[in-house]
């Protein structure tokens, strides 16, 4: 079985940084599409980056030029570098693999349990 866990949540003031990270563990040949998600009470669950395995990322706009997103491929890990942080940002942020498990088996879809982020002052 394939686990995503994330971690590096909390809560930060307006203007702060945080930097999460989520580290796949279990049956993994390949880890294709990493992303990041994150919903906020009331509202749909929507894509904040993603990064695939050559290296291509999106961000949505309301985060560019202020997060930054990465990956180990070592270490079965992805990244979120949250910098200029607003109290927008606050949510629930998941972590979101396109993971093949071995040569033989399609690519599955696998969620993280989420890391809370908060920013307030």
């Known amino acids: 079985q394939v686990q995503l866990v994330e971690s590096g949540g909390g809560l930060v003031q307006p203007g702060g940084s945080l930097r999460l990270s989520c580290a796949a563990s279990?049956?993994?040949?390949?880890?294709?599409?990493l992303g990041w998600y994150r919903q906020a009470p009331g509202k749909q669950r929507e894509l904040v980056a993603s990064?695939?395995?050559?290296?291509?990322?999106t961000y949505a706009d309301s985060v560019k030029g202020r997060f930054t997103i990465s990956r180990d491929n070592a270490k079965n890990t992805v990244y979120l570098q949250m910098n200029s942080l607003k109290p927008e940002d606050t949510a629930v942020y998941y972590c979101?693999?396109?993971?093949?498990?071995?040569?033989?088996?399609?690519?599955?879809?696998?969620w993280g349990r989420g890391t809370q982020v908060t920013v307030s002052s």
């Open positions: 990064i695939a395995g050559d290296g291509t990322t």
């Open positions: 279990g049956s993994i040949f390949v880890a294709d599409v």
């Open positions: 979101n693999g396109l993971i093949r498990e071995n040569i033989l088996a399609k690519i599955t879809d696998y």
